[in-house]
């Protein structure tokens, strides 16, 4: 996923999501990296769009992961 428009680029020059699954047997493992160029060497890391990333995947795991019980 490529950031092209919208606020997260008014904080950095580039910003790239990178998703990789590793799939083993009914279940996996997924791999999430943010690569990104800030404008300044004095601007922040971007913490706040991985949580989000994280959190995201946390609540796609509880959708697709049978419950059980």
Known sequence: ???VSGHVLEKYK???IVYQVFPKGEL???KLSLIYEKFKE??????NY???GVDFL????KHLTPKKG
């Open 50 to 52: 991985l949580q989000f």
């Open 58 to 61: 946390k609540d796609l795991d």
């Open 1 to 3: 996923m490529v950031g």
């Open 28 to 30: 996996g493992t997924v």
């Open 42 to 47: 004095t601007d922040g890391e971007p913490h």
């Open 14 to 16: 580039a910003y790239k």
